[in-house]
């Protein structure tokens, strides 16, 4: 029931073949909703931004040496995390159909019985351009296809550290209190 392969095929191409400052080319997205010369759409500079700020965030705070599209074949540069249990394998975000925020978290389990499965959380997003903000809203949240209730995942939250969880997010304010991510449109 649970049961489900993310591909690498999934992933962002061009944000891990970015050979730059993954921050510096975030925040370029960032200054690119708000210039209104721009031609490029919000919401897929949203998703740009949200897959290199992700990337960094797990390069600087959880495994520097992941590359999943990598020729490297180990569990470090293939799974954002690994441990004698299971592993995280892939982190990314997508944007859906109805300008919504996507983001995909793949894990597996190593012993018996082997799972493999994907986490959905879809947020709302909010680009407010009078306070210079980008906000997404946890909206739903999904086990490949069975929906995880608020209720529950705070049942999970309070057997981890979310004070540390907030804290490797490389760019913005993550409140998983309140299941928001917020960010300055303008550098700080």
Same mark, same amino acid.
Do not use: H
């Given at each position: 029931k649970f049961n489900v392969e993310t591909e690498s095929s999934a992933l962002p191409q061009a944000v891990y073949e970015n050979d730059g400052d993954l921050l510096l080319t975030a925040e370029a997205k960032l200054v690119e909703i708000v210039? /209104?010369?721009?031609?490029?759409?919000? *919401?897929?500079?949203?998703?740009? $931004?949200? &897959?290199?700020? =992700? =990337?960094?965030?797990?390069? %600087?705070?959880? &495994? @520097?040496?992941?590359? /999943?599209?990598?020729?490297?074949?180990? @569990?470090?540069?293939?799974?954002?995390?690994? &441990?004698?249990?299971? *592993?995280?394998?892939?982190?990314?975000?997508?944007?859906?159909?109805?300008? !919504? #925020?996507?983001?995909?978290?793949? $894990?597996?389990?190593? !012993? *018996? /019985?082997? #799972?493999?499965?994907?986490? *959905?959380? %879809?947020?709302? =997003?909010? #680009?407010? =351009? &009078?306070e210079m903000e980008m906000i997404l809203t946890l909206d739903t949240m999904y086990l490949h296809q069975t929906e995880i209730t608020k209720d529950r995942l705070d049942q999970i939250f309070n057997y981890l550290d979310k004070d540390n969880i907030e804290s490797m997010i490389t760019k913005g304010t993550l409140n998983l209190d309140d299941y928001t991510y917020t960010v300055s449109l303008v550098s700080e």
């Open positions: 210039n /209104p010369l721009s031609t490029e759409d919000d *919401y897929i500079l949203a998703e740009e $931004f949200l &897959n290199l700020m =992700l =990337l960094d965030s797990i390069r %600087t705070n959880v &495994n @520097d040496a992941y590359d /999943p599209l990598s020729d490297c074949e180990t @569990d470090i540069c293939e799974n954002i995390a690994t &441990n004698n249990v299971g *592993y995280v394998g892939y982190a990314f975000v997508t944007l859906n159909e109805e300008n !919504q #925020i996507v983001l995909t978290v793949s $894990f597996g389990r190593n !012993q *018996y /019985p082997d #799972i493999e499965s994907s986490l *959905y959380l %879809t947020f709302n =997003l909010e #680009i407010d =351009l &009078n």
